[in-house]
């Protein structure tokens, strides 16, 4: 056992989040967390960093457990290499180093067995803790996330923020905890990046717990999977998929105990309600009535999760020939690369490459938000063009779910707004909560609307 959580309550307000939660994880465990939004994923991860305390409960660690979170970088003006933010990881190493050295010096002169005994300890674990490989382990990392090696001898505040996301994760790579806690790890990473970390995470000698909407990400890295659901969490061994089966059979189960609870109950009300009013019968009623009021009365389960729903058409009929482009030149002060073809009504089109070689310049420069570097664009017959920025630029911070979409479409009445956000799962008070996942789902809900 690495961690274990015991009967967590924690609440925000009048909202309850869990309720006598218990989660175990266990030593190389490969745990997915999982559970709709706005249940406590990211609550949880919190407490379990220390940044969030229980209303009530307890949280035991295994002694001497090294725990790594993802974190955000806070940049300053102050100068800080890449190659210093990754040697801050390997201090303890580097003080191995140095009593090394320092041991090196003294077996000169003194060749005692003390001496020679303390050499060989602190050598083993320096060998352990990657001392001699941990330069090449930098090396094999950085460039895995699309960095080069020059980029050790850059300064920080020169990255992109998502760049400085993938650089923490590096250095959380690089720190080795015993425990890896990691939220939505595949952003901000490309399908090349994604892969290595898949086969990564499943080497890792470490156990690491995911929360992540990547479905094959969870299936590919993770062998327990967590649900938190009605405020309490239930443990299963075993991939995502094999947790979609283990879960659907089980609720089919409990949904056949419901169905005969039903029909024992009502057998049960027939009798009550055939001898509660005979004097000869009556006691026998009464007690009928005091099994059913004492028996633990089960709820059907619905087997099917809850998804969005949407039905995306377009307004207009358009032609065949939706999107031409011709000798088309993508990029900023130097072509990407150059392109001619035509898309198609009724396909679905996938862009696919690494970071950087200029996927949503593609769709930014198609879509009228960039010039062309060179080329034609071409839009089919009555072919109207949506455009999802996915640094939703186009939306409000400081607003609600609701305020976003309603001000964008004033003409729709309140039931018309409410039914929207309800095909995206928005339910009551969630359709307050501006957060990023609201954020990009208000997105989808706005191009619907449009």
């Known amino acids: 056992m690495i961690v274990q959580v015991r009967d967590a309550n924690k609440s925000f ?11 175990l994880i266990k030593e190389n465990e490969k745990v997915a967390l999982i559970g709709a939004n706005g249940v406590g994923k990211t609550t949880l991860f919190r407490v379990l960093s220390g940044e969030e305390s229980l209303d009530s409960g307890d949280v035991f660690w295994k002694t001497g457990m090294r725990r790594g979170f993802l974190e955000q970088i806070h940049i300053s003006d102050e100068k800080v290499l890449v190659k210093d933010y990754f040697d801050e990881v390997f201090v ?4 191995l180093r140095d009593r090394l050295q320092e041991l090196e010096e003294l077996m ?21 803790r990657g001392g001699y490989t941990y330069e090449t382990e930098i090396h094999t990392i950085l460039t895995q996330f699309n960095f ?42 490309d399908i090349s990046t994604i892969e290595w970390l898949e086969g990564y995470l499943n080497s890792y000698d470490g156990a690491v717990v995911v929360v992540s909407h990547d479905r ?5 890295v993770c062998n327990v999977v967590v ?54 019968k009556a006691a026998f009623a009464q007690s009928k009535i005091k099994y059913l009021d004492r028996m633990d009365k089960l ?98 911070m400081n607003k609600t779910v609701l305020e976003e979409v309603w001000d964008a479409f004033p003409g729709l009445d309140h039931t018309e707004i409410r039914t929207a956000l309800g095909r995206f799962l928005f339910k009551g008070k969630m359709s307050s909560n501006l957060s990023m996942y609201s954020r990009v789902a208000s997105a989808f809900v706005w191009h619907l609307l449009n």
Do not use: C, W
């Open 299 to 396: 709820e059907k389960k619905d087997v099917s999760t809850r998804e969005f729903k949407a039905e995306f058409k377009a307004r207009l009929r358009g032609g065949k020939e939706v999107l031409s482009v011709n000798e088309l030149q993508v990029g900023y002060d130097k072509p990407l690369f150059e392109y001619t073809g035509t898309f198609m009504k009724g396909r679905r089109y996938a862009i696919v490459g690494d970071n950087g070689t200029g996927k949503s310049t593609l769709l930014k420069t198609v879509s009228g938000r960039m010039e062309p570097l060179k080329g034609e664009i071409m839009l089919g017959h009555q072919i109207e063009m949506g455009y999802f920025d996915q640094q939703l630029l186009d939306f409000t």
């Open 13 to 23: 307000g009048s909202q309850e989040l869990f309720k006598d939660l218990s989660v």
């Open 227 to 280: 649900e938190i659901e009605d405020m309490e969490a239930t443990r299963y061994e075993s991939n995502y998929s094999g947790y979609q089966k283990i879960k659907e059979t089980a609720i089919e189960r409990h949904n056949i105990k419901f169905q005969n609870q039903q029909r024992e109950i009502e057998r049960i009300e027939k009798l009550i309600e055939k001898f509660r009013y005979k004097k000869n």
């Open 148 to 189: 080069s090696v020059s980029d050790l001898e850059r300064d920080l505040n020169t990255f992109s923020g998502g760049q400085v996301t993938r650089l923490a994760f590096i250095r959380l790579l690089l720190s080795k905890p015993d425990i890896l806690f990691l939220d939505e790890p595949t952003n901000h990473l």
């Open 108 to 128: 000169k002169t003194d060749h005692s067995e003390k001496v020679l005994n303390q050499y060989d300890r602190i050598q083993t674990e320096f060998m352990r």
């Open 216 to 220: 094959l990400f969870l299936d590919r």
């Open 92 to 95: 303890d190493v580097f003080a």
